[in-house]
């Protein structure tokens, strides 16, 4: 069994990287698309035979827009800041309610600046990133640096039954 030096000198902060979309306009349109093939699809009869249908085209240029849209995703690296910095942030930010553990209109920007690593970014950037990014985006990289602060690594298990039946698939082993 380890002692705690060999511990101290093998940790490293919890880190997650997540993949941001900085193009609304792109996200916009996949969105737009998968309504439209969706509403053809319930809708669409054809005159002849010979009418193609029009889920054919739209799942095309959907396919097109999802690769786009997948391509002006940029990664964020988010990395747990300590426990005294984490305590100090919380502290910076306190709620007005009682019951909830900080004031969610000032923390969750402050969290994801303090503990973004890649790309860094200062508070007025945040600020600018956030005028350009909706909610649900901001949303994943809250999520994300929450996550690297809150939550244990229960997904660290050096088990994983998705790789094993992959591998075991591919002959790379059981």
């Not at 969706?38 to 009869?45: F, G, H, L, N």
């Not at 973004?116 to 508070?123: G, I, S």
């Not at 929450?146 to 660290?156: C, F, K, R, T, Y």
């Given at each position: 069994m380890?002692?705690?030096?060999?511990?101290l000198?093998?940790?490293?902060p919890?880190q997650?990287?997540?993949?941001?979309?900085v193009?609304?306009?792109l996200a916009s349109e996949?969105e737009r698309?998968t309504?439209e093939l969706?509403?053809?699809?319930?809708?669409?009869?054809p005159?002849?035979?010979?009418?193609?249908h029009?889920g054919r085209?739209?799942?095309?240029?959907l396919?097109?827009?999802q690769?786009?849209?997948?391509?002006a995703?940029?990664?964020?690296?988010?990395?747990?800041?300590g426990?005294r910095a984490y305590?100090d942030?919380?502290?910076?930010?306190?709620?007005?309610?009682?019951?909830?553990?900080?004031?969610?209109r000032t923390f969750?920007k402050a969290?994801?600046?303090?503990s973004?690593?890649?790309?860094?970014?200062?508070?007025e950037?945040?600020?600018e990133?956030?005028?350009?990014?909706?909610v649900?985006?901001?949303k994943?990289l809250f999520?994300?640096a929450?996550?690297?602060?809150?939550?244990?690594?229960?997904?660290?298990s050096p088990f994983?039954?998705?790789?094993?039946?992959?591998?075991a698939?591919?002959g790379?082993g059981k």
């Open positions: 380890p002692n705690i030096e060999e511990i000198k093998a940790a490293t919890r997650r990287t997540v993949q941001v979309c193009r609304g306009d996949v698309l309504a969706a509403q053809v699809s319930q809708e669409w009869e005159e002849s035979i010979a009418d193609e029009p085209r739209i799942a095309r240029e396919r097109e827009a690769t786009a849209a997948k391509a995703e940029v990664p964020f690296v988010l990395r747990f800041v426990d305590n942030l919380l502290a910076a930010h306190p709620s007005d309610n009682p019951n909830e553990l900080f004031d969610d969750p969290l994801i600046v303090a973004c690593v890649d790309p860094v970014m200062t508070a950037q945040a600020e990133l956030f005028e350009k990014v909706n649900g985006e901001q994943r999520d994300a929450w996550e690297v602060h809150n939550d244990a690594a229960s997904d660290a994983s039954l998705a790789a094993s039946a992959l591998l698939g591919l790379g």
